[in-house]
């Protein structure tokens, strides 16, 4: 097994773990803790910004940064990236389902609404566990680092990218519990998914039918 695929793995298994502990509430006192300490040690100045991160993540604006990544990779990935990013959409509704961890109290949401998302809007489901903007971003930042690093930029250039994506990324995550949006669980379980599959789809090529096979972008 090479080391990605123990990696998968180990992501997974601790998935699993945590998704257990997590319905069985044994992380009540932990998620309550991370939430107050972010809110108390973060101004209000970061409200809006914060809200920012909230559209980037959301299924509209994901779902079409998707659509892209999928055009601009190479043939042989594309299908194992639809199939990886759809399997684990479907563990999020399942987990959001079936996960008995209560949304965040309304009272301490520090959304700052600028506009309406309609997927957001239409899919409400009754917990809140994982997380489906962790899982998203988690995926994308993985495959641009991957596009990244097969490109023919320079040096320099990648590790401003990487460091660029990096800092996204902790700042996604970081928003999704100070605006109460999500437990630190709930972020922990859905980064944690998205990366697995994202990864998994990274190591598997499937070639696709000739009429399908257009170069990518």
């Not at 079409?64 to 042989?76: D, E, N, Q, S």
């Amino acid at each position: 097994m090479s080391k990605t695929w123990q990696v998968v793995a180990t992501l997974l298994l601790f998935f699993v773990l945590l998704t257990i502990t997590t319905h069985l509430r044994l992380w009540q006192s932990f998620d309550w803790e991370m939430l107050v300490a972010l809110q108390a040690a973060l101004p209000r100045l970061v409200d809006a910004p914060f809200s920012v991160f909230t559209l980037l993540g959301s299924a509209e604006f994901t779902g079409v940064l998707f659509f892209v990544l999928v055009l601009c990779a190479p043939t042989k990935q594309r299908l194992p990236l639809i199939l990886a990013f759809g399997l684990a959409t479907f563990i999020e509704l399942v987990g959001k389902t079936f996960i008995a961890q209560p949304t965040t109290p309304h009272h301490l949401v520090r959304y700052v609404s600028f506009l309406k998302l309609v997927m957001s809007e239409k899919v409400n489901t009754q917990f809140s566990y994982p997380s489906g903007h962790a899982l998203r971003t988690t995926f994308i930042v993985i495959v641009l680092a991957n596009m990244i690093a097969a490109s023919r930029l320079q040096r320099n250039v990648k590790l401003w990218l990487y460091a660029a994506l990096s800092v996204f990324e902790f700042l996604m995550l970081v928003s999704r519990v100070y605006s109460a949006e999500h437990w630190a669980t709930d972020v922990i379980g859905g980064g944690m998914l998205g990366a697995a599959f994202a990864l998994s789809a990274l190591q598997v090529s499937i070639p696709l039918p000739k009429f399908l096979s257009r170069k990518p972008l």
